[in-house]
Structure formats: C-alpha cells, structure tokens
C-alpha cells in the first residue's frame, strides 16, 4: 500500500502509527483536516484483517469526521483512531493506556471519543495518559442516546421531504442493528407511533426490542427485501452495495451507521432508483453535537438543540440536491466542503 498516496487522495494531514510492545497495543491516529478547530473522531477497536486494511479505514472515518463537523456548523476538524486487536480482550488498561499516550502526544491536534469496540469505562483508561479525550462518565457519557435523537430528527425531515409531512405515525421503519444508537431509535420512533420491523445478529437485543416497543422480528439476512416505508441501518457500514441495491423496497434510507455507501456510485443508485437517502454523517451527528458540548461546557439540552439541527441541515442537503439533481450524498459532500474552503479563506487572508 502506498501510504503517501493514500493520504493524498483525500487530502489527509497526518498519519501517526504508535506500538507499545509489553501490551500488544497497536494504533493508528489518522488526522484528515484542522480547518475548522481540533480534529475529532472515536477510538475504534478491531480485528483488522491487515495493516492496509486499518489505515483503509482510519483514513476514510477522518474524512467522514471533517464533513460531519463541517455540515453540522461546529468548530471541529475530523480525525480518528483504530485500535488493532481483539476488542474483546479483558487486559484493556494498558492498551488504552498506551493509546493515551499516543493521543497525548499530540497536543490536542486531535481529540478522542468512544466508538465500535471502545466504551466510556475505555476513556477512563485514557483520561490518565491525556485530557484530548470526551464523552466521559459523569459528563455528556454514552453519545448513543442523543445520536438515536438526531437520527428520529433526520427521520422526520426526510419524511417531510418524500411525503409531504414529518409525522412518522403509521410508517413501517425497519431498523438493523439494536445497539446503542439503534435501541434508543426504536424508543423515539415507538413514541412517534411508527411501525418497527427490527433485527440484529444478538437475539437478546431484538427480543427486548419486541417486548419493550411491540417491534416486528426480522432475520438479518432479510431486512433488505422487506416492503416497508423507511429502512434505517444502524450497524455496519457498506450496506447499500451491489447486492442489496436492487431488492430494497423502501422509500427512504436514513440511519445512523457510518459509511453506508459502499462506493459513491451507490449514492448515485439510489438517487436514481428515486429512494431518498439521508448522508450517514449528517444524519448521525447527535454524537458529534453531544461531546462538543461537552468541550464548550454546554447543558444537555443545549447539545439536544443543536442536534435537533440535523432536521433544517438536511432539508437544505435535499433542497440543493432537488435543484441540481444531483444525489444528496453529493450535495452534502459539497455543502461541507464549501465551509472549510470558506474558513480557510479566512485563515490564510
Ligand atoms: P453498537 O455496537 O452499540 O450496536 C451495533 C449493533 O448492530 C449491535 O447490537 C450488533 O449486534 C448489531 N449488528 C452487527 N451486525 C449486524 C447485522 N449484520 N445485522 C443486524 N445487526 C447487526 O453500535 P452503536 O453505537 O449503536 O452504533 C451503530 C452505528 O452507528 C455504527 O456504525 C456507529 O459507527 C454509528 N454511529 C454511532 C454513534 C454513537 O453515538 N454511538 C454516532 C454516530 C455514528
């Protein structure tokens, strides 16, 4: 893999690999873009296949960091961290330990969160090496829920733009993944009086989704083929690809997983087939909003109104997209990279 020529392809700033011998850690910190402030983004723990295979993805979660911050009007830059290793692992102090140090040593240039295979007991970890790290215990904690809440907004907004009107009463939505984010969705949309077919891959998670909301069990393999209003990834990236293009029989795509596209070109597939889709980082900024309220001091329910945001933003994505027509992950790609141009302007006179 040519390193060098990765970073350039999506303009990246800076790469730093880290090892700590006597824990087994192994750690990438990837650093897309400080235009607009410090570059933020989770610690993500996991197995990866190969070395290329972390820095592939390291690289492309920055990115989608920058854009989320951009769109979402914080003074963020993007960044994020991999962990390489079995997130299951019970020996987690001196790993996260040795990631402290990692992220110490960059000054603040980047700033840490949890994420997939990481929680906030693991920043507790990190909060003695470094104080570059948010979401912690006691303060704004488990983003999951209010991402869950910016999600239900984005919803609405989409609901709105392919319908007419926001109310979520009455439509089918199929949820995939019951997690952090995905739980707390189906107790918003329950109470929005929608209709839930859910599924996940840990049966313990969909049978508390059916007993505490009244949700519908799906297989995972067959959330795709499933004639329903909405469908809202809320697990793994990568599943809007060439396999599950042509059996989704939705009108709407719009969750809260990260990388939903698998190519760009999926972006175009679905504007094309005529499903509204809502740009993954714009709709899951909920996150974002609650540890940068977190580093400005904020209430919670100053960081819930600035996810509440994440309806207006993507109404202005489909305005812009309907007028080009042009796919929304397009014109979200272009409203984002229009205020770091602008801010940059700034900077440099
Ligand atoms: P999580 O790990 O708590 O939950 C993910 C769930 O998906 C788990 O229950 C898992 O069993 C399930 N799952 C995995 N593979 C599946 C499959 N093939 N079919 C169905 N279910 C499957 O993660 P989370 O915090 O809820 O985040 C969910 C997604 O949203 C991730 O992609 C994450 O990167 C993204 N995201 C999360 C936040 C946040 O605040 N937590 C913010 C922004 C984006």
Same mark, same amino acid.
């Given at each position: 893999?040519?390193i060098?020529e990765?970073?350039a392809?999506?303009?990246?700033d800076?790469?730093?690999? /880290?090892?700590d011998?006597?824990?087994?850690?192994?750690?990438?910190?990837?650093?897309?873009?400080?235009?607009?402030?410090?570059?933020?983004?989770?610690?993500?723990? /996991?197995?990866?296949?190969?070395?290329?295979?972390?820095?592939?993805?390291?690289?492309?979660?920055?990115? %989608?960091?920058?854009?989320?911050?951009?769109?979402?009007?914080?003074?963020? %830059?993007?960044?994020?961290?991999?962990?390489?290793?079995?997130?299951?692992t019970?020996?987690?102090?001196?790993?996260?330990?040795a990631?402290?140090?990692?992220?110490?040593?960059l000054? %603040?240039?980047?700033?840490?969160?949890?994420?997939?295979?990481?929680?906030?007991?693991?920043?507790?970890?990190?909060?003695?090496?470094?104080? /570059?790290?948010?979401?912690?215990?006691?303060?704004? %904690?488990?983003? @999951?829920?209010?991402?869950a809440f910016?999600?239900?907004?984005g919803?609405?907004?989409?609901?709105?733009?392919?319908? @007419?009107?926001?109310?979520?009463?009455?439509?089918?939505?199929?949820?995939?993944?019951?997690?952090?984010? @995905?739980y707390?969705?189906?107790?918003?949309?329950?109470?929005e009086?929608?209709?839930l077919?859910?599924?996940?891959?840990?049966?313990?998670?969909?049978?508390?989704?059916?007993?505490?909301?009244?949700?519908?069990?799906?297989?995972?393999?067959?959330?795709?083929?499933?004639?329903?209003?909405?469908?809202?990834?809320?697990a793994?990236?990568?599943?809007?690809?060439?396999?599950?293009?042509?059996?989704?029989?939705?009108?709407i795509?719009a969750?809260s997983?990260?990388?939903q596209?698998?190519?760009?070109?999926?972006?175009e597939? &679905?504007?094309?087939?005529g499903?509204?889709?809502?740009?993954?980082?714009?709709?899951?900024?909920?996150?974002?909003?609650?540890?940068?309220?977190?580093?400005?001091? /904020?209430?919670?329910?100053q960081?819930?109104?600035?996810?509440? @945001?994440?309806?207006?933003?993507?109404?202005?994505?489909?305005?812009?997209?309907? &007028?080009?027509?042009?796919?929304?992950?397009?014109?979200?790609?272009?409203?984002?990279?229009?205020?770091?141009?602008?801010?940059?302007?700034?900077?440099?006179?």
């Open positions: 893999m040519e060098f990765a970073m392809t999506k303009e990246h800076q790469l730093v690999f /880290w090892s011998v006597a824990s087994g850690y192994r750690g990438i910190i990837a650093i897309h873009d400080t235009t607009l402030g410090p570059a933020l983004g989770g610690t993500r723990f /996991w197995n990866y296949a190969s070395e290329a295979e972390a820095i592939t993805d390291v690289l492309r979660l920055a990115r %989608g960091m920058t854009y989320k911050a951009a769109i979402t009007g914080l003074a963020l %830059g993007g960044g994020k961290s991999v962990i390489i290793g079995d997130n299951h019970t020996e987690r102090e001196a790993i996260f330990r990631h402290g140090r990692a992220i110490e040593s000054g %603040g240039r980047y700033i840490t969160a949890a994420d997939v295979g990481t929680s906030v007991d693991d920043m507790e970890y990190l909060r003695k090496e470094t104080q /570059w790290v948010t979401g912690l215990k006691g303060r704004s %904690g488990d983003p @999951g829920p209010i991402t910016g999600v239900c907004q919803l609405k907004a989409c609901a709105r733009f392919r319908y @007419g009107e926001e109310s979520l009463e009455g439509r089918h939505v199929i949820v995939q993944g019951l997690g952090s984010v @995905g707390h969705l189906c107790k918003y949309l329950a109470e009086g929608a209709r077919s859910v599924a996940d891959i840990e049966d313990e998670r969909v049978r508390k989704a059916v007993a505490d909301f009244g949700a519908t069990a799906v297989a995972p393999d067959d959330v795709y083929g499933i004639d329903a209003d909405i469908f809202s990834p809320c793994l990236g990568a599943v809007i690809n060439d396999d599950t293009l042509d059996t989704l029989k939705v009108d795509v969750g997983a990260n990388n596209l698998a190519e760009p070109r999926h972006g597939a &679905l504007h094309e087939k499903i509204v889709y809502a740009p993954d980082y714009v709709i899951s900024a909920g996150g974002i909003c609650s540890v940068y309220g977190e580093l400005e001091g /904020w209430t919670a329910e960081s819930m109104e600035k996810a509440r @945001g994440i309806y207006e933003c993507l109404l202005q994505v489909f305005g812009k997209a309907l &007028l080009e027509d042009i796919p929304t992950s397009q014109a979200a790609d272009s409203l984002a990279r229009r205020r770091i141009a602008e801010a940059r302007r700034v900077r440099d006179g």
